[in-house]
């Protein structure tokens, strides 16, 4: 191979979700308000967390953090589509998509270990409420996020580099609205083989970890529950677990949705299509699962606005 014939491609093109332009403004006046939605609403959480003293414990810490993740989730791909509608064009530098692939990597990683780190919390919070203080000191919290912000930047670039020594030979389409990593790669014409080895075992590896984390944490969770003699009492321990509940089932739903819509469809836009759930639609909905089953979080949001 000889790399200096492998001319580096100034810029790719983003197909997005279809290439009708009658269809542009539709995409436009459903994603600007989607976006702007999520933003405000996970904005709210974080103002709430921070101006309300009740709320300035590990949980809230967690979901604060969590909050600020999906806004950085979401500005990472949703914002750069709509200029690209309004601008009526598809191009993305070389040096922005390698970018925004690093950035998508990292808050996708960041989602799914705070996840876990969360599940941690309320395993401690049920199961050992006398040392939950103690245990759950600021000390414990910052280092937990420490560390998911630390493993996720390295997952994220060892992934960029693996992509930069990568030749695309010509101006490519990339048939989604983003520089989804897997699209990049397949789209390179030098050999892929280490990298989509190394993506599936990086995936696989760090997903599983974080899943085995929530599984374990919530296995004991029930056993601690179960234990509770009070229907009353066995209500309100789960209580506390359902927001983050139904948040894990959205995230890994949908993630497993956009891996078997790839896997079965063949199609790309269908994958696109599919990814929208988990770019958009989860960090969307997160702040209403949360302040809809948490009246802590109802209570200073109207405190918030003089309510």
């Known amino acids: 191979m000889e790399p200096e014939n492998n001319t580096r491609v100034s810029e790719f093109c983003l197909l997005g979700f279809s290439e009708d332009p009658e269809l542009q403004p539709l995409i436009f006046g459903l994603f600007l308000p989607m976006y702007l939605v999520t933003v405000l609403g996970n904005l709210l959480i974080i103002l709430a ?18 909050s600020f993740v999906d806004i950085c989730f979401t500005s990472t791909t949703i914002p750069k589509m709509l200029v690209n509608i309004q601008t009526q064009s598809k191009a993305i530098t070389y ?7 690093s950035f998508f990597l990292v808050f996708a ?15 401690v919070a049920i199961c050992h409420p006398l040392h939950y203080t103690v245990i759950m000191n600021p000390r414990l919290c910052g280092l937990l996020v420490l560390v998911c912000w630390i493993l996720s930047v390295l997952h994220a670039l060892l992934h960029s580099l693996m992509v930069l020594r990568l030749s695309f030979c010509k101006d490519i389409e990339i048939p989604h609205f983003f520089c989804e990593p897997n699209h990049v790669v397949q789209l390179a014409c030098s050999d892929t083989f280490l990298n989509d080895k190394l993506m599936d075992f990086t995936a696989l590896l760090l997903a599983s970890i974080a899943l085995i984390g929530i599984l374990y944490s919530y296995s004991k969770i029930v056993s601690s529950i179960r234990v509770i003699s009070s229907a009353r009492g066995k209500y309100k321990a789960f209580s506390t677990c359902a927001s983050h509940l139904s948040i894990v089932s959205l995230f890994y739903g949908t993630g497993l949705g956009v891996y078997l819509s790839s896997a079965i469809t063949q199609s790309s836009h269908s994958s696109a299509t599919a990814s929208v759930m988990y770019t958009v639609v989860t960090p969307m909905l997160n702040p ?15 405190n918030l606005f003089g309510g």
Request: glycine share 0%; net charge positive.
């Open 109 to 123: 990683e960041l989602d799914n270990f705070l996840l876990a780190v969360m599940a941690y919390d309320r395993f």
């Open 288 to 302: 209403f699962i949360y302040s809809l089953r948490n009246k802590d979080i109802k209570k200073s949001l109207k």
């Open 95 to 101: 040096r922005s998509c390698i970018t925004q692939m």
């Open 49 to 66: 967390t921070i101006s309300d003293s009740h709320l300035h414990t590990p949980m809230y810490f967690f979901l604060s953090n969590l």
